[in-house]
């Protein structure tokens, strides 16, 4: 299994910025993709961005050209930098790996809330 447990989360002013940190451990060697999920309160759990091992990546409409997600693979760390935040973006982070052959794991999650 993989075990994940993220930083960075808090509280910010619209228009602010954070950078979230995901740091993997355990079988790290199972991991094919890593990613960003949130979920607001009354609301679903969406998909932020997602980053494959070699790089590529993907957003949801909502974060596109706002939030930029990166990872060093050397030392089992993802990030996700959150510029121009919104209060809509308020939330609880969760920061999810996939392994190969199926299988995810999931951090506890951090907390971010934009004040207006």
């Known amino acids: 299994q993989v075990q994940l447990v993220e930083s960075g989360g808090g509280l910010v002013q619209a228009g602010g910025s954070l950078r979230l940190s995901c740091a993997a451990s355990g079988s790290t060697f199972k991991i094919n993709a890593m990613g960003w999920y949130r979920q607001a309160p009354g609301k679903q759990r969406e998909l932020v961005a997602t980053?494959?091992?070699?790089?590529?990546?993907n957003y949801a409409d909502s974060v596109k050209g706002r939030f930029t997600i990166s990872r060093d693979n050397a030392k089992n760390t993802v990030y996700l930098q959150m510029n121009s935040l919104k209060p809509e973006d308020t939330g609880v982070y969760y920061c999810?790996?996939?392994?190969?052959?199926?299988?995810?794991?999931w951090g506890q999650g951090t907390q971010v809330t934009v004040s207006s």
């Open positions: 999810n790996a996939a392994k190969w052959l199926g299988g995810d794991d």
């Open positions: 980053i494959a091992k070699g790089g590529s990546t």
